[in-house]
Nanobody, 122 residues
Framework: QVQLVESGGGLVQAGGSLRLSCAAS????????MAWFRQAPGKEREFVAA????????YYTDSVKGRFTISKDSAKVTMYLQMNSLKVEDTAVYYC???????????????WGQGTQVTVSS
């Protein structure tokens, strides 16, 4: 089992920044793929960014490229999402996820955090 706990959400004005953290514990050695997803009110959960823990390779959805950066600490147990130049449309509950064969496939992830709210005001 893997436990994921997100933190760092909050309220920020458009153009501001936030840094989300996802602390992983338990059987983390098998979680080579970790990702951030988000879900806005009335919308489906969508992929935001992913990182391959062993290689460090990263992937982003087009709408956040150049603004968001996904990273991990050297011990590979904490994942981060640095969000800059935030827009109102970035408002959502952000979830971290771990352990999937395909980083973009929401249904494949075995473990999820409880989510953290990010609200961007105009």
């Amino acid at each position: 089992q893997v436990q994921l706990v997100e933190s760092g959400g909050g309220l920020v004005q458009a153009g501001g920044s936030l840094r989300l953290s996802c602390a992983a514990s338990g059987r983390t050695f098998g979680s080579n793929v970790m990702a951030w997803f988000r879900q806005a009110p009335g919308k489906e959960r969508e992929f935001v960014a992913a990182i391959i823990r062993n290689s460090g390779r990263t992937y982003y959805t087009d709408s956040v490229k150049g603004r968001f950066t996904i990273s991990k600490d050297s011990a590979k147990v904490t994942m981060y999402l640095q969000m800059n130049s935030l827009k109102v449309e970035d408002t959502a509950v952000y979830y971290c996820a771990a352990e999937a064969r395909n980083y973009y496939s929401l249904s494949e992830y075995n473990y999820w955090g409880q989510g953290t709210q990010v609200t961007v005001s105009s």
